[in-house]
């Protein structure tokens, strides 16, 4: 019998690649839902329309109801649980949406994975599972001893309960799950508010790039492809009650990483042919590099990714991060109007996060859109 994986957030940065990724690498049916705002946009997802094997429903997963109506129909064997609001720097000036999303989406996917299973035959029951997307800040930073510290932003907080939940129904009801911890992320179709493609626009426009504090936090970063094939590997061979955490296991300093997306940019799109650099008195993109305050409570490191993933799942990372930041900062000057037409959508217009300053409710920005401009992508 075929697989069917049912994927929430599947417009999303992570989501659209897995979607495409399962289209590519496996003979499965995909249902996709997706509420479509902010960095959910179908036109990630516009190819896979074609594909006879792929379905889209607009739909939030705190909807119980319509999440459960789909999910009776298509009786999936694996669900893929990505929907969730990520970005830490926005989760400090709208934490109320984080926990709303992250923690109300957990329990309402949960909850009715769990009352669809009483409708399975045993040859179903047996091969289902729930493959709940996480992220390696919800167990928090690293003391300078090494202890840990626990989540210390509303995102990473949201995160952690969201973990909870999932358990608490493993425990309670027997519901087959495993968590998916990721590290961070870069490629195709990334909310033009990430690191790596700010700072390609920022640098296109001969505008100053932040870099919060000293720059020396360290993070792990992994092409998400990667992540896409270790998601497979977990839906297919994950233990129940696993969590797996997937990263290429090396750091990096944000301002290591920085220098590195900008040497890739120089390739790509050299400071001295670039107009903007010109007119801003500029002839090398490092110049641009503005230190500016920190964030509060700014994760400084975490502990090493656990080596379960590859033990038990046979899984390994591919890409090099010097091929991966080449790789997606190609694919950024390669989708400029794209990153434009998002933004613009998403109503958001360049304006630093993550100072805690007066909150902002989103999802009332994008339902009320915002007017077409001239205004650059990141002014």
């Avoid at 379905?55 to 009786?75: N, P, W, Y």
């Avoid at 090494?146 to 952690?160: D, I, M, Q, R, Y």
Wanted: glycine share 8%; net charge neutral; charged share 25%.
């Amino acid at each position: 019998m075929s697989e069917t994986y049912f994927v929430t957030g599947g417009a999303g940065f992570v989501g659209a690649n897995f979607v495409r990724y399962l289209l590519k690498n496996t003979a499965a049916k995909v249902v996709v839902v997706d509420k479509l705002v902010r960095s959910g946009s179908w036109e990630n997802l516009a190819a896979c329309e074609s594909d006879s094997r792929f379905s889209f429903f607009e739909v939030d997963t705190a909807d119980g109801r319509g999440l459960r109506a789909i999910l009776r129909t298509a009786k999936p064997t694996k669900v893929v649980h990505l929907a969730g609001e990520t970005s830490v720097d926005r989760s400090i000036d709208e934490a109320r949406i984080f926990m709303k999303t992250n923690v109300g989406g957990a329990f309402e996917v949960a909850q009715q994975c769990r009352q669809i299973l009483a409708g399975y035959d045993d040859d179903r029951l047996s091969r289902f599972s729930l493959v709940h997307v996480s992220s390696l800040r919800a167990a928090g930073p690293v003391g300078e001893n090494g202890e840990p510290l626990g989540p210390t932003s509303p995102a990473a907080a949201s995160a952690l309960a969201a973990e909870s939940i999932v358990l608490s129904y493993h425990r309670t009801y027997g519901l087959p799950y495993l968590v998916v911890r990721a590290s961070n992320l870069m490629g195709p179709w990334q909310f033009p508010e990430k690191l790596l493609p700010l700072v390609v626009a920022r640098a296109l426009q001969g505008a100053s790039i932040p870099l919060y504090g000293d720059g020396t936090p360290r993070r792990d970063w992994m092409a998400v492809d990667d992540f896409c094939s270790g998601l497979l590997a977990a839906s297919k061979r994950g233990r129940y009650g696993a969590v797996y955490e997937m990263g290429r296991g090396e750091t990096t300093t944000n301002h290591e990483l920085v220098a590195r997306i900008l040497a890739a940019l120089e390739v790509e799109r050299p400071a001295a042919k670039n107009p903007a650099m010109q007119s801003a008195g500029y002839s090398e993109y490092a110049q641009l590099v503005t230190p500016v305050d920190d964030r509060p409570a700014h994760d400084r490191a975490y502990r090493p990714v656990s080596p379960a993933a590859r033990d038990d799942l046979g899984w390994r990372p591919q890409k090099s991060l010097e091929d991966s930041i080449a790789k997606t900062v190609r694919w950024v000057l390669q989708n400029e109007a794209w990153a434009t037409e998002i933004v613009e959508r998403a109503g958001w217009q360049g304006e630093r996060l993550g100072l805690g300053l007066a909150p902002m409710d989103s999802e009332k920005r994008v339902a009320a859109g915002s007017p077409a401009s001239n205004r650059p992508l990141i002014p």
